[in-house]
């Protein structure tokens, strides 16, 4: 079945660490999208990517990075930069050009700052 | 103001009766709607998609768009207690960029 997924499902962090969180789709879709939720908040784009080779920054990228190689991966890394990182994270896709049919999503990763 | 905006609630409202989902957004130039229903703990997942003024019904979902007042609702029928849920609007700006800005969220609880 196609699809999106996340992992791992729980992430811990110490003060100082870098962390990456993985983003799988095998449904050629060509847009890819990673954002943060926290308790209560909705969804604040942190870096998205319509193609391979390219992304772009959302409205909460700092202290954040990520890489688009492949069309089916998306990985976002926290680093020691991000001094607030416990959130749930949440990876999606869709298709291009074919006007917004909405996302599709993965399960998500919750890290935790310990 | 913010982008997207939706009442965080909690709404509570009783099995059966019809559950009322509101949403306002400031860009005139928004084209495409969409609510999405979370669980807690899990991922969102699409209910319902809205790109013209008026109603569009799927099921137990009606989901209502004035582009003049910039106001997009959802409403739920018959409301059971399995859509106790936190409903999502998402909001994008143009076709060709997909990409979505999201309101906080309203937490509905349906009672027995």
């Known amino acids: 079945d196609g699809g999106i997924t996340q992992s791992p499902k729980y992430l811990f962090r110490k003060e100082g660490q870098n962390v990456t969180l993985s983003c799988e789709q095998n449904?050629?879709?060509?847009?890819m999208y990673w954002y943060r939720q926290d308790p209560g908040q909705g969804l604040r784009l942190i870096y998205y990517s319509q193609i391979v080779n390219d992304f772009q920054k959302g409205d909460i990228a700092e202290g954040y990075s990520v890489s688009r190689e492949k069309k089916e991966s998306f990985p976002l890394t926290v680093t020691s930069a991000q001094k607030n990182p416990t959130a749930f994270y949440l990876c999606?896709?869709?298709?291009?050009?074919?006007?917004?049919?909405?996302?599709?999503f993965g399960s998500g990763t919750r890290l935790t700052v310990v | 103001q913010k982008e997207v905006e939706q009442n965080s609630g909690p709404l509570s409202v009783p099995e059966g009766a019809i559950a009322s989902l509101n949403c306002t957004y400031s860009d005139r130039g928004s084209q495409s709607f969409f609510w999405y229903r979370q669980y807690s703990g899990k991922s969102p997942e699409l209910i319902m998609s809205?790109?013209?003024?008026g109603d569009k019904e799927d099921g137990r979902f009606t989901a209502q768009l004035n582009k003049a007042s910039q106001y997009v609702s959802l409403l739920i029928r018959d409301s059971q207690p399995s859509d106790s849920a936190t409903y999502l609007c998402a909001v994008n700006l143009n076709f060709g960029n997909e990409k979505l800005t999201f309101g906080t969220g309203t937490r509905l609880t349906i009672i027995p």
């Open positions: 999606a896709s869709s298709l291009q050009g074919q006007g917004p049919l909405g996302y599709t």
């Open positions: 809205i790109y013209s003024n």
């Open positions: 449904l050629n879709h060509d847009a």
